[in-house]
Each structure stands twice: as C-alpha cells, then as structure tokens.
C-alpha cells in the first residue's frame, strides 16, 4: 500500500467519509499573506449562489495565519476530509504559484480523480500558470461566473439524471 492510498485509508473512515445529500465543492486558493477579504470575498460568492444546490467546503474557516499547532493540524485535517470527499475542486488561480498549500491541494484533488476547475476572479487577474498546475486542471476559466454557469450545469445534469432513475 502506498502512502496515497494509507492517507484515504485514514481519512475514509466513518468519522471522515460522509454522505452528502449535495454534491460537494471544495474551495481552493491562496490564503497566506493576504488579506481576509481577499481570502473569503469569492468564496462567499459561491456560497451565496449554491447554498441550496452544494455543500461548500471552505478552508477561512481556520486562519492560515494561525501559528498554534493543533490548529493548524485540524485545518489541514479539514482540507484532507473536503479533498477526499469532494464532488467538485474549485481553485482560484490568482497567486497560486505562490501558495505552497493550495498547489499540494491540487496535486492530491489529482491524484484523487477530483474534477479540477480553475479559474481567474477576473480577465485583468489571469497569469501564467506553472506547466505542473496547469496540466492537473480539468477545466480552467477565464472567470468566477463561467465557473457558476458551470456548476450550475453540472447540477441540472444531476438533478435529471435523478429524475430519470426515479
């Protein structure tokens, strides 16, 4: 057993592998160094628009700048659980080259098979992307609400596919 498949073993017991009755969305991006509005301004929009239709997963909930250590453990412990329990991966690119933490999110919503949509909160933002980032995107979108038009898509597929095995 490798050490991705002992990290899922861990964290797919009954106390981490949850049954949604939405689909789940984690959010993903840079938080170190910024400030609080930039870390949950476009996070709080995607709760505003699926709060009825997702269930969202939002790491602000720990404060990235938060030097105790048992809350820095939970908080990554939280990204884990998200991650593998994820329906969607949802990463702002803005300063994702920069963010050490939001990289290491993509690469295991990857290795996991996770769909992974990236995007600019704006077309003034987008910037070149690492080939390594880049690469792991199952989508990449040149805004926020081509990411919303997305999901809420992928929702309506859902929601008939429901119906027609109703």
Not at 22 to 43: D, N
Not at 130 to 145: A, G
Request: aromatic content about 12%.
């Amino acid at each position: 057993m490798n050490r991705l498949d002992e990290l899922v073993e861990d964290y797919s017991l009954s106390s981490y592998h949850c049954r949604w009755s939405m689909p789940l969305i984690f959010l993903s991006g840079a938080m170190t160094g910024l400030s609080e509005l930039e870390q949950k301004k476009w996070r709080e929009y995607f709760k505003d628009h699926f709060k009825s239709k997702y269930y969202i997963i939002d790491p602000t909930v720990f404060d990235a700048e938060d030097e105790d250590k048992e809350t820095q453990e939970l908080g990554h412990t939280y990204d884990l659980c998200g991650i593998i329990n994820c329906d969607y991966f949802i990463v702002n690119l803005n300063k994702v080259v920069q963010s050490v933490g939001t990289c290491q999110e993509i690469m295991f919503a990857w290795l996991l098979k996770k769909p992974i949509i990236g995007f600019w909160e704006s077309k003034d933002l987008v910037q070149p992307l690492h080939p390594w980032i880049e690469n792991k995107l199952t989508n990449k979108m040149v805004s926020i609400d081509a990411v919303r038009m997305y999901l809420q898509l992928e929702y309506s597929k859902r929601k008939a596919k429901e119906l027609k095995n109703e």
